[in-house]
Each structure stands twice: as structure tokens, then as C-alpha cells.
């Protein structure tokens, strides 16, 4: 199993960017995006629940970014406004077949597939 993640780019602080998250030949319950910065842990960014659509965001990304699902494409895009320098990191998208509680969706240790990791640069 792959897990696809497109959209990386450099924006100027304000700007808007889109990842995407594309699984090959399957559709997961849960999905989520976190991101690593250099020298930093990797941190929450926010979450999906295909089944219903609840979404879970961390503090710091909240009326800023927007996860959804593509079922037409199957994958979970994750949308960011407002972008911020704080914002540069490598993110990572990952899934897992188990669907979580929305209160659980943003551990990481409960996301069994991780993609390769997508470099988004906030700069001017």
C-alpha cells in the first residue's frame, strides 16, 4: 500500500497551497496530515474520518486549513490558507483502515500508513 502526497511548493507568507493525499488501491476510515519542521517533533496538522466527514484540526491551523475527502478521486486534500513562516515543515500524509474516535484522530502513533512526506515553504 502507497500513500501518494502531491502539492508541495513555496508560497509567500498569506499565501495558499493544497496537498493532496492519494492512496494506491484503497480507500482508508481515517486519514490525517502532520508535519515535521527542522529540528522539530512531528506534530498533528489535522484529520478525516472518511466515513462521515468529522475532521479534527490542531490549535495552531484552525480557520486556516481545511481537510476534506475526494471520493471521486479518493484522496483527502488538505486546503491552507493564511499561510505562516511557522508553517514550513515536510508534510506527511497518513491512513489507517480502523476508524478512530474524532477526539483520537490526531495521535499519530494510531496511523498505521505514512507517505513520503511533501516540502511546504512559507517564505518571502
Known amino acids: 500500500v502507497q500513500l501518494q502526497a502531491s502539492g508541495e511548493g513555496l508560497v509567500q507568507p498569506g499565501g495558499s497551497l493544497r496537498l493532496s493525499c492519494a492512496p494506491s488501491?484503497?480507500?482508508?476510515?481515517?486519514y490525517g496530515w502532520f508535519r515535521q519542521a527542522p529540528g522539530k517533533e512531528r506534530e498533528f496538522v489535522a484529520a478525516?474520518?472518511?466515513?462521515?466527514?468529522?475532521?479534527r484540526y490542531a490549535d495552531s491551523v484552525k480557520g486556516r486549513f481545511t481537510i476534506s475527502r475526494d471520493r471521486a478521486q479518493n484522496s483527502a486534500n488538505l486546503q491552507m490558507n493564511s499561510l505562516k513562516p511557522e508553517d514550513t515543515a515536510v508534510y506527511y500524509c497518513?491512513?489507517?483502515?480502523?476508524?478512530?474516535?474524532?477526539?483520537?484522530?490526531?495521535?499519530?502513533?494510531?496511523?498505521?500508513?505514512w507517505g513520503q512526506g511533501t516540502q511546504v515553504t512559507v517564505s518571502s
Open positions: 488501491g484503497r480507500t482508508f476510515s481515517t
Open positions: 478525516l474520518r472518511w466515513s462521515d466527514g468529522a475532521t
Open positions: 497518513a491512513a489507517d483502515s480502523r476508524s478512530w474516535i474524532t477526539g483520537a484522530l490526531g495521535r499519530k502513533d494510531l496511523y498505521t500508513y
